[in-house]
């Protein structure tokens, strides 16, 4: 078995079916090849996570759903100055 990472706007409560977008469902079972049995991980972009298993007919079914704490430190990011010509215009 392996796990599969997808992207769902929304993640479905424990016990239920994940409805997947058409995209994320071809990828999983066209480029993945998923298998009945196989997990999935299903993130939303804002923390939550769930664990998911592939069953009959293309079904993804959430066993487990937990929210992710968020990183305490600040992100920085530098630009580099460009060359004297370019930084005058």
């Known amino acids: ?16 079916i994940q409805e997947l977008d058409r995209r994320e469902m071809d990828h999983i079972f066209k480029i993945f090849r998923a298998r009945v049995g196989d997990e999935v ?10 664990l998911g298993v ?10 487990e759903v937990r929210i992710q704490e968020k990183v305490g430190f600040p992100l920085k990011l530098y630009c580099a100055l460009p060359r004297k010509a370019k930084f005058d215009t």
Do not use: N, P, W
């Open 1 to 16: 078995m392996s796990t599969h990472t997808l992207f769902c706007s929304v993640i479905s409560s424990e016990g239920e």
């Open 41 to 50: 991980r299903l993130l939303d972009g804002k923390g939550t996570i769930g």
């Open 54 to 63: 592939v069953e009959d007919k293309k079904i993804v079914r959430v066993k």
